[in-house]
């Protein structure tokens, strides 16, 4: 073995035991630059990433995810809070939607990223208290709908990043929502000019909720030059869920109300308790009220009559929560602080429009 060799030899460590602190020495960096490098932060210069990854290769080094969390100080964990119904059980509130987001968009994000998500479900009462002391336990929260104040969620956002599901963008933090506007704007088109209806009724969501709002005022502006009108307010305020679509529905009879020849749902799930609350009432759908959703959930296909629709990408706004949240704790730069999703309207049976032989 020629003397090179056998001082290299000497020096190397076995792999497994070599540290960031070998790699900066090795390169005549510090922990800090070789830190910046390795964890794909800040904005380090093309020589000093260049220095640091021919230490990385020359030594073999293979960064251990736990030693490199732990060096930055990361727990690796995002909390993901969705907000529990004030009236509904846990069963109620844990919608499709909830389930689609959480475990096939941001779970699957997650993994990819080595990162642990740690679900947890808020009221609009107990968030302020417990949202502050759950960030303690991650790297960065993913909330769904408003659940804290504009001014509280500001707060919050100095703690630790914060990604808005559903809601408006606010100051220090980023948002993932899909285009309501243009959604519910094709889904009024169509049912005024396709079909000729001239009473719309919009059954809401959460009264505070930023994307049951901005779906109200899209059917309201849609419909303002159309010869259509708009029935909508206190009598017309759900949950997004199915029992307080048909709560709405079944009230609404009781005092001898007059339904709108077309209802036009929050949600999904808002749909489907009113179908249910009309089929048992003997009123037929879509022959004498049409209604529709928002979402596509799967059971959308396969309700009788099945649902017509405005799809949004359910997996993709959860996979985009994460990939935000995540490019923020990794201090990256040039993150996109406000992310609107296309939305497409799915025409079923419903609305009127008989489609046989749809596949499911």
Same mark, same amino acid.
């Given at each position: ?54 230490? /990385? ?288 309207? /799915? ?14």
């Amino acid at each position: 073995m020629s003397g090179g060799a056998a001082d290299m030899a000497k020096t190397r460590k076995p792999r497994t035991s070599l540290t960031i602190y070998d790699v900066a020495r090795h390169a005549g960096l510090s922990i800090a630059s070789v830190s910046r490098v390795l964890n794909g932060s800040g904005n380090p210069q093309s020589e000093t990433r260049d220095r640091v990854m021919q230490a /990385v290769r020359e030594l073999s080094y293979v960064p251990d995810g736990a030693a490199r969390a732990l060096s930055a100080g990361l727990k690796e964990v995002v909390g993901v809070v969705f907000r529990r119904g004030e009236d509904a059980g846990f069963e109620e509130a844990e919608s499709p939607l909830f389930d689609e987001i959480v475990t096939r968009g941001i779970e699957a994000s997650a993994q990819r990223s080595g990162f642990d998500v740690l679900i947890s479900m808020a009221g609009v009462d107990d968030a302020p208290s417990r949202l502050p002391a759950l960030a303690g336990k991650t790297d960065g929260l993913i909330l769904h709908d408003r659940l804290l104040s504009a001014t509280a969620l500001a707060h919050l956002a100095k703690l630790l990043p914060v990604v808005t599901l559903g809601g408006r963008p606010a100051p220090g933090t980023m948002s993932v929502r899909c285009d309501n506007d243009a959604g519910v704007r094709a889904l009024v088109r169509h049912l005024v000019a396709d079909h000729g209806y001239r009473t719309l009724a919009y059954l809401s969501g959460h009264s505070d909720s930023p994307d049951s709002q901005a779906r109200a005022a899209a059917l309201e502006r849609e419909a303002k030059d159309s010869p259509a009108r708009v029935l909508a307010g206190p009598r017309w305020t759900g949950d997004y869920s199915a029992a307080g679509g048909a709560r709405v529905i079944s009230a609404l009879l009781a005092d001898g109300g007059r339904l709108p020849r077309a209802i036009v749902c929050a949600n999904d799930q808002t749909a489907l308790g009113v179908m249910h609350a009309l089929a048992q009432r003997g009123i037929r759908v879509p022959e004498e009220v049409a209604v529709t959703g928002f979402d596509d959930v799967a059971v959308a296909r396969h309700l009788h009559p099945t649902l017509t629709t405005v799809r949004q990408p359910i997996r993709e706004m959860g996979e985009t929560a994460f990939d935000l949240l995540h490019a923020t704790i990794m201090g990256r730069s040039q993150v996109e602080p406000d992310v609107v999703l296309p939305v497409q309207l /799915v025409v079923r049976d419903s609305c009127g429009c008989a489609r046989p032989g749809e596949k499911a």
